[in-house]
């Protein structure tokens, strides 16, 4: 529907107005007529349209117009076609008629002087901004929905900066505008009618200190973009030299989307009259144009790996060897943190989760830094953040940090389809407290980041049964042909007896556990399934990961057959669980390359018998399973491969803003 603006004409003089494209005027006909009149007609020049609105049907008044009765149930409205050339060349004619309908008792004049005044952004979605008149107000999700995205320019591309690039109030390179989305005025009129109004660009308060704009003025250097409106600007007066049409500005965010705010910023453009300097302006139109954060994204393991990371310390040599192999074998970048940044902290997983942000001209990754804050608390800000690499963080308020606040607790699904609706992204998991009062759970700061991106809607498991607690010691995702394009692999207590009691029964009750490891007791498989104090504790494990085995099947809509168990097992100790064997579920997936912890089981006939089921589970999937020694360096730490290692992923081929959250 078109803006109106409702005109009342001066009964003593001639009335001059603004009119703006695509808008309507509606005249005020009964306010200006003298008191003797019952009846009225109406004509325009010919770039003037007028309609005549009664009871309440429409009629563009023609030429030999009729007259129409002068009541408050007629309306005229008004519009143009073109902006003017000059000031005041078309006009409005009322003539107003008394009882005897004769000579016309009095005449009223409008003269009219038409602009044009269009705020656009890249509504459309398409990398390009087109000047629009409708949908812009308003932002949509879905393939067909519109409205314009804008990125966080949370990265670093000045390597002399110590901070993100909307830390500042100046744009310090090409590099860094590209982050920015393009927002353009477009004006057009006699250069008189913006000599004597203010055209001016404006924010609310509210969201003053979620976006930054700057106005590109000057000879296109990077010295010449104005930082215009964000902090403590909220207005901005935009001078119109003459003849320039058009005045381009860059935004960008300075916020993600979070608990208190929707991720939604609205840009407007006034156009100001100003009748005496002793009166205030008074506004005569407004344009709006609305912005969405863009959301940072999680990838999961079905996603091409693009880089490793791993930490590199005195005790770890072989492990990041066997890695730098497979890293070679995906074909895949190793970025190794030295022990001079990471402190002698192994656990980069835990530190920081690999995501990425992205708007139709640009996407980069962007480090999410957990509030855990180990030795390795500086690497992700001081390395990880560079240019076209952003950086976010959440710090909890007032709330104790717990282990289930490191990221090792923090995974994403690959995309799934749950009872008709479609998470073309895939859903975060995140372990918490089983549901009741008590027990550890994810800061509220963290949950509520997650929850406000919107587009991986979280699921949240129970994972306090285990010491570390954290959704990675008990599942993970492989790529994989069928329906789904994946398998969901959960740690199972139930096949590993299985396993082992088949084996008793074949004959190898007397095969060892850890018998490679030279300092490691060893223990036998009649030993384990004798042992009455572990199967208890077993089927307590088994018992929580069937809990989140129902929930992972109803929110990801999951059948048996999309779910994988990998024998293993766990000691319970102050009833909190571990892994009593290397935890093979805990991988790095890069690709159909699996790097598997070697869980040093029983050796049958000069194989690993854990090895070769889980060989036997995987590899006819496509998938390539290499078993990594992670024993003394993770495993006996109370971690695994994958809480040792990191992956950044590439981005989805799905646009975020084309899904229904």
Known sequence: ????????????????????????????????????????????????????????????????????????????????KAPSKDINDDKVRISYYGQDGGTPIHRSVLYLTCVDISLDA????????????????????????????????????DPKSSDMDNMDFCVRSYADLRDMSCMILRTQGPDAIFNDHKLVLHISVSDADKVGVFHARGDDTHYQYEHVLGSHELSYVVEHPSGQEEHTFYVEGLAFPDADFLGLVSFHVTLLDSPTESLPETPIFTDT?????????????????????????????DFVEALSELARKAKCKLTICPEV???RDRWIQDEMELGYVQAPHKTFPVVFDSPRDGELQDFPFKTVLGPDFGYVTREPFNEIVSSLDSFGNLEVSPPVTVGGKAYPLGRILIGSSFPRVGGRRMTKAVRDFLCAQKVQAPV??????????????????????????????LASPRACYQLFKVKQEEGYGEARLFEELETVSTTTIDEILANETLRRDNDYVQSCIDWNRDVLKR???????????????FTVIHKEASAFFPDMVNMIVLGKHLGIPKPFG??????????????????????TCTFIDDFFSYHALLGEVHCGTNVRRKPFSFKWWNMIP
Request: glycine content about 6%; hydrophobic content about 40%; aromatic content about 6%.
């Open 122 to 157: 890249d509504t459309t979605r398409s990398g390009v901004v087109k000047r629009q008149t409708t949908d812009k107000k308003e932002w949509t999700w879905g393939p067909d929905g519109h409205g314009a995205v804008l990125l966080v320019n949370c990265d670093r591309d």
């Open 460 to 489: 949240e498991l129970y994972v306090d049964w285990l010491c570390v607690g954290h959704v990675d010691e008990f599942l993970s995702f492989v790529p994989a042909l069928g329906r789904q394009g994946f398998r969901l692999l």
């Open 555 to 569: 929110e990801l809509g999951l059948s048996e057959k999309d779910i994988v168990d990998l024998p293993q097992l």
């Open 289 to 317: 144009v609305v912005f969405r954060v863009a959301p940072w994204i999680m990838t999961p393991n079905t996603q091409r790996p693009l880089e490793v990371f791993v930490c590199s310390l005195s005790d770890n040599t």
């Open 1 to 80: 529907m078109s803006q109106q603006r409702t005109l009342r004409l001066s009964p003593q003089q001639h009335t001059n107005a603004v009119y703006v494209l695509g808008t309507e005027l509606s005249i005020d006909i009964c306010g200006s007529a003298p008191k003797d009149a019952v009846s009225f007609d109406v004509s325009g020049t010919p770039d003037v349209d007028v309609y005549i609105v009664h009871n309440p049907q429409v009629a563009k008044v023609p030429t030999c117009v009729p007259r129409w009765p002068l009541d408050a149930g007629v309306e005229v409205v008004v519009t143009m």
């Open 341 to 343: 940044e990471n402190r």
């Open 602 to 623: 029983p050796i049958i006939e000069g194989q690993c018998c854990l090895e070769e089921t889980v060989r036997s589970l995987l590899e006819p999937l496509g998938l």
